[in-house]
């Protein structure tokens, strides 16, 4: 276990466990995105609350949620430091040498653009996640008629577990936490839709420059690979991905 301890000691290791933990969250933006997409159906919110179900009662995806929020912790926190000791090892370095002679702004700003990130996912779990949980959620029916497939859904009564269905034969019933109805409320609100735009901006920032810097540090830099690598980072992770994130508080905001 010795060569580990010095390996992570290392400013390659200390690195490492940036990339790889980073490259795991740009995982989760991805699947977390085709969930949220749901919103988009026009279905009073159906489809997005049984998604909203099953990533909190799937036991495999629950255990995989607690190691998410140890991981956000850890690149926010691990980042930091990382930030902190260069600072440190090139005190006057910094004060002398003109940092954009020799790097892109982004990657100078990552510690800052972080800490953003960090501050809006709290903000963003305080209001949507935490709700979920613990707050008070209304509750909604859906009534789809088996041989027409016509769908109604009305608020109803809270049950006792986060989802009930039935059928009487005519009509399938399905009685679940509206989780969509609160995340339509947040996004009446301009200052949130404001602070979420913001927070997509902060996110492309630091994704155009983390995802390649990842790669960098896993030692995959070959002329071959690199013009797909920085493809991936700008167009996926730092416009697709932020721009279809922002459209949900603007969608919510206009309907
Ligand atoms: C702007 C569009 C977004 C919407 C509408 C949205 C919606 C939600 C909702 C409803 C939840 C609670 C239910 C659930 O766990 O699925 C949630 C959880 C969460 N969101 Fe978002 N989200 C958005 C963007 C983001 C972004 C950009 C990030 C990351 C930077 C993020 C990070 C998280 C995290 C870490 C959780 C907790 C996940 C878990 O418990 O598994 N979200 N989001």
Known sequence: MNWLTRFLKSSIGKKLL????????????????????????????????????????NPLIKTVSYGLYAIILFHAFWGLYLVSENKKARP?????????????????????????ILAFIVLHMTNFWAKYKFGEVPYVHYERTISTGELAWSSTDPIVS??????????????????????????????????????????????????????????????????IISFIGIWVFGIIIPILFAAMPIYFFII
């Open 18 to 57: 940036m990339a790889l933990t980073g490259l795991f969250l740009c995982t989760f933006l991805i699947i977390h995105l085709i969930g949220n997409l749901q919103l988009f159906k026009s279905d009073g919110g159906m489809a997005f609350n049984h998604y909203a179900v099953f990533m909190t009662s």
């Open 92 to 116: 006057v370095a910094y004060a002398v040498v003109d940092g954009k002679a020799n790097s892109h702004w982004t990657s100078r700003w990552m510690g800052v653009l972080g800490t953003l």
């Open 162 to 227: 986060k989802i009930e269905t039935f059928n009487d034969g005519m009509t399938e019933h399905t009685v679940v936490k509206d989780l969509y109805v609160v995340v339509a409320d947040q996004f009446k609100e301009l200052w949130i839709v404001i602070l979420y735009i913001l927070g997509m901006f902060a996110i492309s920032f630091h994704l155009v420059h983390g995802f390649k810097s990842a790669f960098q540090t896993l030692g995959i830099h070959h002329s071959k690979y690199n013009g």
